[in-house]
């Protein structure tokens, strides 16, 4: 028998925030639609039908997305969506800018505006400025 404990994990607030407001819709928890979203899109990655190869190869850019069947399309774009957030809730664009030289000004920790140099310098800014 398999054990069946639930485990902590870290889910984006977006995510959560949608599954509490389609949860709600069917009664059911936030985490109740989010282990279903999980449950249904294990089932459709695992699947290796036609179709899905053909939305990977889509997704691998050796197949139009003009010869994607409706319901290819609604799984491909749902595909590109996920990587989308996926890399975007990784990037760090501070260092990317601060390697183009680039000088920022962002939220720390603490809410308080920092304006963030290049060589790797913080100045906190003063908000009546």
């Not at 290819?72 to 890399?87: D, K, Y």
């Not at 809730?89 to 000004?105: E, H, N, P, Q």
């Not at 140099?117 to 908000?127: E, K």
């Amino acid at each position: 028998m398999s054990d069946t404990t639930d485990q902590v994990t870290r889910v984006a607030a977006d995510l959560m925030d949608s599954a509490a407001t389609e949860g709600a819709r069917r009664s059911w928890s936030a985490e109740q639609q989010l282990d279903h979203w999980a449950r249904v899109g294990r089932a459709v990655s695992s699947q290796h039908s036609v179709a899905r190869r053909k939305v990977e190869a889509a997704l691998a850019g050796d197949v139009h997305t003009r010869e994607l069947s409706d319901e290819e399309g609604v799984v491909f774009n749902a595909e590109i969506s996920a990587a989308i957030q996926e890399r975007l809730a990784s990037a760090d664009y501070g260092a990317v800018l601060a390697t183009r030289g680039i000088t920022t000004v962002a939220l720390d920790d603490d809410g308080e505006i920092v304006q963030y140099q290049p060589d790797g310098s913080a100045t906190p800014l003063d908000r009546g400025a």
